[in-house]
């Protein structure tokens, strides 16, 4: 346990295995793939040091069901991946959705489709991690723009995943992953943790699901081997876990699931405004992106132009309430990505029509300049 702030120089792989050791993570499942491979050896030789267990497993659906059966035992359990990997574990994402098994699952992004550039940067995975497993189901994604936020970011991944008993994706892009930067790591006793919640009642009372049993909509989870037995399935069931087809039970149990969002969107909604409040253009960016576009909108200012920056560190859900508010007030919104434009569409959505929304995109396997941003504010 560290007892005061350290300084390092960090990779963005290494951030998010030393952000996930932090917060508790002490199983992780994983196959290499570029370009997440580094935080899978980056685990591999740090959680054994903390009693954690290490696994490479043969394939990304194996890993992805290693990490929920882990979850289930009470470990805080992680997997990670990149492109088509994310592609593979979507089935088991969906499994643990339904049947609310906290785990984190990072992928880092790299140009597509099928192998695309494996080792070059993307922002086209947001869509998947939103919709890529079937169904109404529960998501939280969440996606750093530097290093120190990568570590930071994955603590709140785990204590989303925890609290609300949801798979949450922590999305990084090629460039976050592999940068070097500084990171002031804070004192490990400083850092806000959550532990899911255990069940107060004896095992033969224990009814796995029942949301009653604790705030309403989330029930308390106990761990396998302890003494609790219950029945864990991807069927929709009721309160004792086993399956059912009963209408009004299958229509409340997905409506709990999704209302898990509705409930924790304050709570789980991270967005930084860089000079907004006067701000007549404003450039919603994440990721590495958002890195770009706060030194344009820096450079705007500089030559008259009343530019903001609103950074979206939550993905989904979708930050509405933000984008509404800067709607309302800004000549325009400019949106800068990765891919052919799949977040723009939501901010369309979200302006309702109150004011112009610009798209500028890239997918040549390069990172979109602060130049290629000014260059439209400067037209708007």
């Not at 991690?129 to 120190?148: E, K, N």
């Not at 008993?165 to 002031?184: A, N, Q």
Request: aromatic letters at 6%.
């Amino acid at each position: 346990m560290r007892s005061e702030t350290s300084i390092r120089l960090m990779q963005g792989n290494e951030a998010c295995a030393e952000g996930a050791v932090a917060a508790g993570m002490r199983f992780f499942a994983g196959y290499p793939i570029t370009p997440s491979t580094e935080i899978a050896e980056h685990l591999a030789a740090i959680l054994p040091k903390v009693g954690g267990k290490f696994i490479q497993m043969e394939d990304e659906i194996a890993s992805i069901s290693a990490v929920i059966g882990a979850s289930l035992t009470g470990a805080k359990s992680m997997t990670a991946t990149s492109g088509p990997g994310f592609s593979l574990k979507q089935e088991s994402i969906g499994f643990a959705a339904i049947a609310e098994v906290p785990c984190v699952i990072v992928n880092v992004m790299r140009v597509g489709p099928s192998t695309g550039v494996p080792t070059a940067p993307s922002q086209a995975d947001v869509m998947q991690a939103r919709w890529g497993t079937h169904g109404d189901h529960p998501v939280v994604v969440l996606c750093p723009t530097s290093v120190a936020e990568t570590y930071t970011l994955i603590v709140e991944a785990f204590n989303i995943s925890e609290r609300w008993r949801i798979p949450v994706i922590f999305l990084m892009d090629e460039v976050v992953g592999h940068m070097r930067e500084k990171v002031e790591i804070p004192d490990s006793g400083k850092l806000k943790i959550v532990n899911r919640a255990y069940p107060d009642c004896e095992p033969e009372d224990y009814l796995p699901f029942d949301a009653d049993a604790g705030d309403g909509v989330v029930p308390p989870m106990a761990d396998f081997g302890t003494g609790y037995r219950f029945h864990v399935t991807g069927l929709t069931h009721d309160r004792t876990g086993f399956p059912t087809t009963k209408r009004p039970e299958v229509d409340a149990l997905i409506r709990r699931l999704d209302s898990k969002i509705d409930k924790a969107r304050q709570e789980v909604t991270f967005v930084d405004e860089v000079l907004t409040d006067d701000a007549d253009i404003v450039v919603f960016a994440y990721g590495i992106t958002a890195r770009a576009g706060a030194k344009a909108v820096r450079d705007a200012r500089a030559s008259g132009i009343a530019a903001g920056l609103l950074k979206a560190k939550t993905l989904w859900p979708f930050p509405d309430e933000y984008v509404e508010r800067i709607a309302q007030k800004a000549r325009a919104i400019v949106v800068p990505e990765m891919n052919m434009g799949q977040l723009v569409h939501e901010v369309e959505r979200a302006s309702k029509g109150k004011t112009k929304v610009i798209s500028l995109t890239r997918v040549d396997a390069e990172p979109i300049s602060p130049s290629e941003i000014l260059s439209v504010l400067k037209e708007v």
